[in-house]
């Protein structure tokens, strides 16, 4: 295991191993507020090189589901401060994942005068949870004004900003999975006739103009993003003209210098894969860091890094059941099973509470 251990830089930050935490959503924030439990949970897991935090929103109209965290608020900015103390004092890196949900929400779930907002007033199929009426089907979000537009964009740039000042090396955009973003970016989703829709080079403008304004914010050291080309989570079927699609945005985030793309693919989930084919032209046309995740063990990501597919590996569920993840990969010991029926409630169960191994 020469490489997964190592050191590895990552723009101008360097990471103690070259193991990164996925972003994993746990709704362990009432009030959307962080909190001393998440700071515990997330130093619990701080032996990673990279952790990158649960979604995040960056306004009042990107919190969908309940109890997940926002930074657009002085209390929110102070609660991240005490998560990323924390994680610091043991090492890791971290980044905050900016996840504006879009359609991907329900008014239950939403504070007082938040809109739901996204590029086409397409609801998604299916239901979504809240805490107050349980299941309920997504309903239709408003289509945004160039007004609304701006503002969103504004709303990331305050949030980047506030990235820093809760002690966060930088931040990740969520572009993944079928969040706002990735609403613009695909066509059953984008139905718009102005600049923003249409052809690939419209329904990508959102997503580049926040990638630009958050870089001439924060710098590009400190700006990575999430894709998922082939993705079909939360209603985003598959279409022709997805490589393409994604072949350009590969290019056009090298062009402005990202310091990393991360991948997603689920298809340990269950999803369609993403073709060899494509995780490699992201390889060859985005030259700085490139991070690939979804079901990875430990042998996996050694292989992967030594083949050259990858700079970094990302981890998600085992990292969630594991808080010595790093430690039980290196010692190949064995591995708690995640525990879905937790993921998503409140309370320290199935949080804080898997076993560390005894020293
Ligand atoms: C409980 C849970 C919550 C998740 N929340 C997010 C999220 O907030 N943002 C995101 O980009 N991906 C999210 N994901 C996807 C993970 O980041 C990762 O891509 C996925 O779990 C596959 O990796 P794995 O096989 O290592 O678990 C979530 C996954 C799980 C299991």
Not at 33 to 53: C, D, K, S, V
Not at 180 to 198: A, C, W
């Amino acid at each position: 295991m020469a490489i997964l251990y190592s050191k590895y830089v990552l723009g101008s930050l360097t990471l103690q191993n070259h193991l990164v935490m996925s972003p994993m959503t746990r709704n362990r924030a009432p009030g959307n507020i962080p909190n001393a439990l998440m700071a515990e949970y997330y130093a619990q897991r701080a032996t990673a090189g990279l952790i990158i935090t649960e979604g995040t929103s960056p306004s009042p109209n990107g919190l969908g589901y309940p109890r997940i965290p926002g930074i657009f608020s002085p209390a929110q900015v102070e609660g991240w401060k005490h998560v990323t103390d924390a994680v610091r004092a043991r090492g890791a890196k971290m980044f905050v994942q900016l996840m504006h949900c879009g359609r991907i929400a329900h008014p239950l779930n939403l504070p007082a005068g938040a809109r739901m907002l996204a590029p086409s007033a397409v609801a998604a199929g299916g239901e979504i949870y809240t805490d107050a009426e349980g299941m309920k089907p997504h309903p239709a979000p408003q289509a945004m004004t160039g007004e609304d537009i701006r503002s969103a964009i504004a709303e990331y740039v305050q949030a980047a900003k506030n990235a820093l000042t809760a002690g966060f090396d930088g931040i990740e955009l969520h572009s993944a999975n079928g969040y706002l973003l990735e609403q613009f970016i695909r066509p059953n989703t984008n139905q718009r006739t102005d600049g923003y829709g249409g052809p690939i080079k419209n329904r990508a403008r959102f997503v580049l103009e926040t990638a630009e304004a958050v870089v001439g914010a924060i710098g590009r050291d400190r700006v990575g993003i999430r894709l998922s080309p082939f993705g079909v989570f939360n209603d985003m079927p598959l279409y022709d003209g997805m490589e393409v699609d994604y072949t350009y945005l590969a290019q056009q985030f090298d062009a402005r210098g990202l310091v990393y793309i991360h991948l997603v693919d689920h298809s340990s989930m269950g999803a369609p894969p993403v073709p060899d084919a494509m995780k490699a032209t992201f390889r060859n046309l985005f030259k700085r860091t490139l991070i690939l995740s979804g079901g990875y063990d430990a042998g996996r990501a050694e292989s992967d890094l030594a083949a050259g597919k990858c700079d970094l590996i990302a981890v998600g569920r085992p990292f969630l059941a594991n808080p010595d993840l790093v430690a039980r990969w290196r010692n190949n010991a064995a591995l708690n099973a995640p525990d879905m029926s937790t993921f998503y409630t409140p309370g320290l169960r199935g949080y804080t509470d898997y076993p560390a191994l005894k020293k």
